[in-house]
């Protein structure tokens, strides 16, 4: 389990859940709008780095009043799309029912630990949980469909996934401008 | 090593006396203007710091009626009825009985400007000297200002502003010459504004611009601007497409147009914007555009000191806001002077021609006296600068 | 930079982010830090440092302006920034974060200072330390490469708006260690167009600072330069060599309306 905080809103902290081998992704799915969990599928997730940059984006909207969803939780998941359709972005972001590797994402309440969290998330998901970094994000995206959904150009060929990431970055930031 | 002490003036005095004409566009102005000899321009560049005295500025512009802009024919008569007049007048103002004797150099301006009344004064130029046995200086206009500009501002080595009727550039000193950082890609600020008010038939005197600055005061509705194309590129600009636009606001208006949104309410058909709202937005566009490019340059060069030089720049409205960018940068320092020296004057070319002339720089042939269109400011080679 | 800017800065960004400035332009002003805007630090093992763009309010344009602008520009860079970041040769800093509604954008930090203090590597430092060995061969294929992404820019239809010596920032070459590669910075002012005047403005702007700033080898420079842009069209076959003539000829056309334009004082 990973626990971020953006440097200029110390305010806030976020945790970050990967899974791998999830069972139960329809069952989770189905409780989803009462969750204080926003569930990803980590198939659309190319880095730690793409993650971290939709959450950024999301307390910049959220600091300035611009939040187009109800939370901070569910701005970070719209922030990950390269549109502004938010239920568009739910749909491809969000967990499916055949989900296999899942991101959990939760903004911690006042006086929250870690560990509650921990218990929570793992209450819900069965699967195996491993760190949050680079190198397991790499082997669960699906490069053709993360290149679809981000509009990526056509001679745009990143030879490192760093490369891509790079890319997919630049969408978050500049999304909806 | 710049020595500006190196040629005598006459009769052994410790002082030079320069008489400046200056007629490029429609002011007619004659100068005269006097340097102590200082023992700190011996060596080093303090071409800034002249110590000069004005003894006479004498200017009569040449005035037609509203919505009408001055013609080169016209303007040049305007300058051969009165040059010989104001030439006597500056004369008996600074107290100059005898010009063979008293008067160092005549400076007139070789350019640019417009072509007839260039011509008009280099005669009356060239007859004086003939006359009276005095040496000729050609000057360039610009430089003129810039000139001027430093020596009433003390500003050492500032980016410098000009903008006036038939220029508008951003200008920065290197290696001996005034070097055009950015500038106007189509008309002038000044023709600009000038245009626009004869499009709103508004009096040419003092000047357009003046009572355009006077209406934009007048302005009721300042938080409210009419929204116009912003065209800076890089350190230039373009204005031609902003007068184009703002030119058929005001026709709108004054055909009272009800179709057009921008200036009539589509519900009510009542008038939501008026001339005064119009000059407004105008300068506000336009000067915010000259700052920027201003800043731009200074950013470029390293500079912190300004000098808004040329008739526009006496709009108190354009040095506000060049003074509030430069308070926002380090040591930054606006420098302006007022009418008597913004707009053109004969003082102007005196001060540059008798720095000219104090480097060795005189016409050796009427030939060189022959008057140009076209001068560009980095043309000219500054002798008396390090 | 006055000081007031800098804590108008350090007050939006906390004191969770330490900033040096290191030069006021005229729109914005940048400074360098070492934490990233959301990645942990304690993946910075290598000390990397990014820049962080404000552009302030500028408080003698009509706020309504200033606020268009500011919006405008932040925005339109950092979409060039990210679309020119797809295309294959063209060398900008990456993008990483940005915050419209403050004017802050933040970037890669790009460059290194120069050998015997003539400060930071842009074009313009580095052409004033070669003033002594002016037309050596590392300036030209310096300059040659500048031409090349400008060229390279012009034919995918995108303009910079703002070219001067000190807005191409030159990168050591990691493989040839005296090379260096031109990135181009600072696309406030850019566009995407297809037009031929706005290319041609373009090469006239920068024509024109190479001139003003770098007046003795001027003519040799912008020869390079041109020579280095052509290269790039004429290697696009036929529709290459047509369009390359249809903007150097705007380009000597924009170049006469400029001395046209001194007939009037």
């Not at chain 3, 012009?154 to 303009?159: G, I, Q, R, V």
């Not at chain 3, 696309?187 to 024109?208: A, I, N, P, Q, W």
Request: charged residues 25%; neutral net charge.
């Amino acid at each position: 389990m990973t626990l971020i905080t953006i440097p200029q809103f110390p305010e806030y902290n976020v945790s970050i859940t990967l899974f791998k081998d999830v069972t139960n992704s329809k069952v989770i799915r189905s409780h989803i709008a009462d969750s204080k969990i926003a569930f990803l599928d980590a198939k659309l997730i190319v880095s730690t780095e793409q993650v971290y940059s939709a959450i950024y984006k999301a307390l910049i909207e959220n600091k300035y009043n611009r939040l187009r969803t109800k939370t901070i939780l569910s701005e970070c998941l719209f922030c990950l799309s390269p549109t502004s359709n938010i239920g568009d972005a739910f749909k491809k972001f969000g967990i499916k029912d055949d989900s296999k590797n899942v991101i959990c994402l939760k903004v911690l309440s006042n006086g929250e630990s870690l560990d509650d969290v921990n218990k929570e998330v793992l209450d819900v998901v069965d699967g195996t949980m491993i760190e949050f970094n680079d190198d397991n994000l790499k082997d669960m995206y699906d490069v053709t469909l993360v290149r679809k959904i981000y509009k990526l150009e056509k001679d745009f060929q990143p030879a490192t996934t760093t490369e891509l990431s790079r890319a997919l970055v630049n969408a978050i930031q500049i999304r909806g401008l | 090593m710049v020595n500006l002490n190196t040629i005598k003036p006459k009769n052994n005095r410790n002082y030079y006396l320069a008489l400046g004409l200056e007629g490029s566009a429609n002011k007619l102005g004659v100068g005269i203007l006097k340097h102590p000899i200082l023992p700190s321009h011996e060596s080093g560049d303090n071409s800034h710091h002249c110590q000069a005295e004005i003894l006479s500025n004498i200017r009569d512009t040449y005035i037609t009626p509203p919505g009408e802009g001055f013609l080169p024919r016209d303007t040049a008569r305007h300058h051969r009825n009165w040059c010989v007049r104001l030439i006597k007048r500056a004369l008996e103002e600074a107290g100059i009985n005898d010009p063979r004797n008293d008067i160092d150099v005549i400076c007139f301006t070789k350019g640019p400007g417009m072509g007839a009344p260039l011509h008009s004064v280099v005669i009356a130029a060239r007859t004086c000297s003939l006359m009276w046995g005095v040496d000729l200086v050609g000057v360039n206009h610009c430089v003129g200002h810039i000139e001027m500009g430093r020596e009433i501002t003390q500003a050492i080595n500032p980016v410098v502003l000009y903008v006036s009727g038939g220029n508008t550039q951003v200008i920065a000193y290197s290696e001996n010459r005034y070097r055009i950082f950015g500038e106007t890609l189509d008309i002038a600020i000044g023709n600009c504004l000038d245009r626009f008010a004869r499009t709103l038939k508004i009096p040419n005197a003092p000047s357009p611009g003046y009572n355009i600055e006077q209406l934009a005061n007048k302005c009721k509705n300042k938080d409210q601007l009419v929204e116009l194309p912003y065209t800076v590129k890089g350190m230039d600009l373009s204005m031609s497409g902003i007068l184009a636009y703002i030119d058929s606001l005001a026709k709108d208006l004054f055909k009272g147009n009800k179709k057009n949104k921008i200036l009539f309410d589509q519900k009510t058909g009542e008038q939501k914007v008026t001339v005064e709202d119009l000059c407004y937005s105008l300068q506000e566009n336009l000067f915010a555009m000259l700052v920027e490019i201003t800043e731009r340059a200074m950013a470029h060069v390293n500079a912190s000191q300004v000098l808004i030089v040329g008739g526009v720049g006496c709009n108190v409205r354009l040095q506000e806001m060049m003074g509030q960018m430069c308070k926002d940068r380090a040591n930054g320092q606006v420098h302006a002077t007022d009418e008597r020296f913004c707009i053109d004057n004969g003082v102007m070319i005196a001060q540059a021609g008798l720095l000219q002339y104090r480097m060795g720089d005189v016409v050796k042939d009427l030939k060189e006296t022959v008057v140009t269109q076209k001068f560009r400011t980095d043309e000219v080679y500054v002798s008396w600068r390090e | 930079m006055s000081q007031e800017i800098v804590d108008e800065v350090a007050k939006y960004l906390t004191s969770n982010i330490p900033i040096v400035p290191i030069s006021q332009g005229a729109e914005a002003v940048v400074f360098t830090t070492t934490i990233h805007p959301y990645i942990p630090s304690s993946n910075n093992e290598k000390k990397e440092k990014f820049i962080i763009k404000y552009r302030p309010t500028k408080k003698y344009r009509h706020p309504l302006i200033d606020k268009s602008l500011t919006k405008h520009r932040t925005l339109s860079e950092s979409r060039i920034l990210s679309k020119l970041y797809q295309i294959d040769g063209i060398k900008v800093p990456k993008l990483i974060a940005c915050d419209p509604y403050n004017g802050c954008i933040w970037l890669e930090f790009l460059g290194e200072d120069l050998p015997n203090g003539f400060g930071f590597s842009n074009l313009k430092n580095f052409l004033w330390m070669n003033a002594k060995d002016p037309y050596n061969d590392c300036v030209k294929d310096t300059l040659y490469k500048v031409g090349q992404q400008i060229g390279l820019l012009h034919w995918n239809d995108y303009c910079h708006g703002d070219l001067t010596s000190s807005n191409i920032v030159l990168v050591k070459d990691e493989d040839y260690g005296t090379n260096w590669i031109p990135h181009l910075i600072d696309f406030g002012l850019g566009s995407t167009s297809s037009l031929v005047e706005d290319k041609g403005v373009d090469l006239y702007v920068l024509e024109r600072a190479i001139i003003s700033t770098h007046s003795s080898f001027a003519d040799k420079y912008n020869e390079w330069l041109i020579q280095g842009f052509s290269d790039v069209y004429k290697s696009k076959g036929k529709q290459g060599n047509k369009k390359l003539n249809e903007v150097l000829k705007r380009f000597a056309e924009v170049r006469l309306r400029g001395r046209k334009r001194s007939m009037i004082g």
